[in-house]
């Protein structure tokens, strides 16, 4: 099945600086690459997402960038605020359509 | 329209005990997962619903059954529940396609004790 790691698993920010969070995938066949955000005690929701003809997506401070042929995506969100703190899950669809997540990563937004 | 919705949201059991946590959608989608979710871990797919009338295993799938009563209802069935079973299990949908958006409900916490 689809094998997602995901880095850092803890990551912290100054208020106002960027995060980077970086998934890896090893089937060649992933076609989509959705990131969520979830807040304690809240369940996920999706904040964006990108589709394997696409090589970039931004919405607003946050953006996704895919490169098919390393088989990694990022998460890029600029000018962390307090509400940016959460755990960030990625996820990919293996060959079945079934969506494989990755472990997640705590950001936590410093003042 | 609700969406996603979990019953009950919180639940307590007993070693051995049994119960069945509902899901359901009014999104008209064709798929049905449920996971769970052990603190300051991720997401464990435990089954899935492809389409009404199908259900397959997913990656933690033992101790659990699974009914895809109807479109709209997924449950989760803990036969014997043990404490590693204590866990927040989520419910989500999305209508089919591999590159549509997954749903989620508002989790059930379960402890077993």
């Known amino acids: 099945g689809e094998n997602v790691e995901q880095h850092p698993s803890t990551l912290s920010v100054q208020e106002g600086d960027s995060a980077v969070i970086k998934c890896t995938y090893s089937d060649s066949a992933s076609n989509y690459f959705p990131w969520y955000k979830q807040e304690l005690g809240k369940r996920p929701q999706l904040i964006i997402d990108?589709?394997?003809?696409?090589g970039e997506k931004k919405d607003q401070r946050i953006a996704v960038t895919l490169n098919k042929t390393a088989k990694h995506f990022s998460l890029h969100i600029t000018e962390t605020q307090p509400e940016d703190s959460a755990v960030y899950f990625c996820g990919t669809t293996d060959s079945w359509g079934k969506l494989q997540f990755g472990a997640g990563t705590q950001v936590v937004v410093t003042p | 329209n609700a969406g996603v919705t979990q019953t009950p949201k919180f639940q307590v059991l007993k070693t051995g005990q049994s119960m069945t946590l509902q899901c359901a959608q009014d999104m008209n989608h064709n798929s049905m997962y449920w996971y769970r979710q052990d603190p300051g871990m991720g997401l464990r797919l435990i089954y899935y619903s492809a389409s009404e009338g199908t259900t397959d295993k997913g990656e933690v799938p033992n101790g659990y059954n699974v009914s895809r009563l109807n479109k709209r209802e997924f449950s989760l069935r803990l036969e014997s529940a043990a404490p590693s079973q204590t866990s927040v299990y989520f419910c989500a949908s999305i209508t089919g396609g591999r590159t549509d958006t997954q749903y989620f409900g508002p989790g059930t916490r379960l402890t077993v004790l």
């Open positions: 990108i589709r394997s003809n696409v």
